[in-house]
């Protein structure tokens, strides 16, 4: 359908304004929802691969589980900076826009909530049910997530987010030095190597939810030769590093193509053009379920390491049967949390709203 002219001079203001026309996002919320499904049962893959390495009797297949956590890693940081970056501004914003907006102390605390708050409930739990001693020092490893890795580099690169956006230029670039400074710091505290491959995944997504439309202009035209060329670096440097890291495992020591690998896998995920919706119905269930485990991620997360360890240490059901009842297990608790966590949120919002208006 030809465009009237009143469209052509909307699209004509957008451009004058720093603003493309015709610019979809990179990532929906439902392909931002299956991303982070994939993303958590790559890292429950790699965990449950780990455990039954001996079962298996496969051991390539074992050492390829093995290594796909440092990858499901690389989506939730992506996704996670991606998310921030598009809340941080005003829906259809300018690029002036984007840059003057500055996220507030709200802003902040939905991530507090979303996020550590959960944490510090289902860490809690396990904590209780895993009966340790009760000490100042444990109680700041618990605080701090010394334990879930994951929860403490997220929270941190949200308070680097939080404070490199209350600046109106260089957001991107600070926000990518702080990374890349946390990371040499782990490193250099002698952490293991899955506290910072993956770092660097975050300011990328926030960088594609800032200049997201600049983005678009920018590949417009040359996205093909630019996501063969990447994909086809994945190829050769995502296996080798995987062969790496499986050696390394054996004879101590740190990698020289992880940081590589994980950064190209990242941009590999941003180039991708990841359909919205599968037309079959096989496709639809697929991306019902992704998403649904892509909701429920962070309860995964944290839940399925300790019921695996339960039902291992405390039921003879065989490999195959532990892992059924593991895995079984930590989507049930996930969800039944997921609901629970749901009605009280509604419940603080409701009070919340009412106390406004008084």
């Not at 990179?26 to 890292?43: E, K």
């Not at 049910?129 to 690169?157: E, H, K, S």
């Not at 490199?164 to 002698?190: D, P, Y």
């Not at 690998?261 to 990242?266: D, E, I, K, Q």
Request: hydrophobic share 50%; charged share 15%.
């Amino acid at each position: 359908m030809e465009r009237s002219g009143c469209s052509r001079c909307e699209e004509e203001k957008k451009e004058a304004a720093g603003e493309p026309a015709g610019c979809q996002e990179l990532f929906s919320r439902q392909i931002s929802y299956a991303l982070r499904g994939v993303a958590i049962l790559m890292v429950m893959a790699s965990h449950y691969g780990e455990w039954y390495a001996a079962s298996i009797g496969i051991p390539a297949l074992s050492q390829f589980l093995m290594g796909l956590g440092r990858y499901g890693v690389d989506i939730f940081f992506l996704m996670s900076g991606y998310a921030m970056a598009k809340n941080a501004v005003v829906p259809n914003a300018t690029v002036k826009e984007a840059a003057e907006r500055k996220p507030g102390c709200a802003f902040w605390a939905k991530r507090l909530r979303g996020t550590y708050v959960p944490y510090l409930i289902l860490a809690g739990i396990i904590e209780i049910c895993a009966g340790g001693a009760v000490t100042p020092a444990r109680v700041v490893r618990y605080l701090l997530a010394q334990d879930y890795w994951f929860i403490f580099n997220i929270m941190v690169f949200y308070l680097a987010f939080f404070a490199a956006f209350q600046a109106r230029r260089f957001r991107i670039v600070s926000l990518t030095l702080f990374t890349a400074a946390f990371s040499a710091i782990l490193c250099k505290m002698g952490r293991q190597d899955f506290w910072y491959v993956s770092n660097l995944a975050f300011p990328l997504g926030g960088a594609c939810g800032l200049y997201e439309k600049r983005l678009s202009v920018w590949l417009k035209g040359k996205w093909i030769r630019v996501a063969a060329a990447v994909t086809l670096l994945c190829i050769i440097l995502v296996p080798a590093a995987m062969r790496e890291r499986a050696l390394l495992l054996q004879t101590g020591g740190r990698g020289r193509l992880q940081l590589a690998a994980n950064a190209l896998f990242s941009l590999w995920i941003v180039l991708f053009p990841w359909p919205a919706r599968l037309s079959c119905p096989v496709g639809r269930l697929a991306g019902g379920l992704l998403r649904f485990f892509g909701k429920n991620s962070l309860y995964l997360y944290l839940l399925h390491p300790f019921l695996y360890y339960q039902i291992a240490g405390r039921v003879s059901l065989g490999a195959a049967g532990s892992f059924i009842a593991a895995f079984g297990s930590a989507v049930l608790g996930a969800w039944l949390f997921s609901r629970l966590w749901k009605a009280v949120s509604a419940k603080g919002n409701a009070v919340r709203k009412k106390g406004e208006r008084r």
